[in-house]
């Protein structure tokens, strides 16, 4: 098990809190929540066990919650305005390039290598799984320079999904 076992269990009953989890104050709402139910923080499967075994447990994560709504409420509002803020850096970033040529040769290149790979691995079967380590590289990149042209967030895939 992990952290977001966790998360998913608490989001049944306080989904506030439960965002926290899996946000940037992990660590501080895991300890909140490992202490009211007398487990070890650094053990997700101790702390997601005790939670199970509580008939009380929903109602001691919405009090936990809502003992501390306000501050959950402002880190969640400055984490997405920080990620607006990214965001439209990023966009900003894309209209003021001095060189959209050379981005858009670098994305080429990174799909003629992506390709490559591709063809290589009929011919090379030797180095295949280098190949196709390049590639899954080439994919990555690929995806980051199109969220780049794009604004794409991982806000946005929550959304999406």
């Known amino acids: 098990m992990n952290f977001s076992d966790i998360e998913n269990f608490i989001a049944k009953s306080a989904p506030l809190l439960a965002s926290a989890v899996g946000g940037p104050i992990a ?14 923080p650094k053990n997700p499967d101790d702390i997601l066990k005790k939670m199970q075994a509580d008939p009380d447990a929903a109602m001691k994560l919405k009090q936990l919650e809502m003992q501390h709504e306000e501050s959950l409420l402002q880190i969640q509002m400055q984490s997405y305005a920080k990620e607006i803020e990214d965001r439209s850096n990023a966009r900003n970033f894309v209209l003021n390039f001095n060189q959209p040529s050379m981005m858009w040769f670098l994305t080429i290149m990174v799909f003629l290598v992506g390709a490559s790979c591709l ?7 030797e180095i295949k799984s280098e190949l196709a380590m390049i590639l899954t590289a080439c994919i990555y990149e690929f995806k980051n320079i199109y969220k780049l042209f794009t604004g794409d967030s991982p806000q946005d895939n929550k959304e999406k999904s």
């Open 27 to 40: 660590g501080v709402a895991v300890n909140l929540i490992s202490n009211l139910f007398g487990s070890d």
């Open 119 to 125: 063809i290589g691995m009929t011919y090379f079967p």
